[in-house]
């Protein structure tokens, strides 16, 4: 099973985007876990987690938490803008699957 962790602030602002994107992850029969966590539970969570994408309000960790990652061999990216405050879940997850892939 993926894992998939999105970060924000405080972990609540991400909890409506998780939600539509677990909508599609059942549209799509896909074997998908996804959860939200506040920022300062990212190296608590990093080690569980295939794929990390960030809140665009949190950009701004983008570098700590990329180096943090890398030698797990772990993605971390920011979500789009859009799809972020349009909740796009679809865009999301397909970003996810991607980083995954690479």
């Not at 909508?23 to 190296?43: G, H, M, N």
């Not at 794929?51 to 943090?68: D, S």
């Amino acid at each position: 099973m993926m894992r998939i962790i999105l970060c924000c602030a405080a972990g609540m602002s991400t909890s409506m985007l998780v939600n539509k994107m677990k909508s599609e992850v059942q549209k799509r029969d896909l074997d998908i876990f996804i959860d939200a966590v506040p920022v300062s539970e990212f190296e608590r969570i990093i080690n569980d987690a295939d794929v990390v994408l960030l809140g665009p309000q949190v950009q701004y960790e983008i570098a700590r938490l990329t180096e943090l990652a890398k030698p797990l061999g772990k993605p971390v990216a920011v979500i789009d803008m859009m799809d972020y405050g349009t909740m796009r879940g679809d865009k999301v997850l397909d970003k996810a699957l991607t980083l995954v892939a690479s």
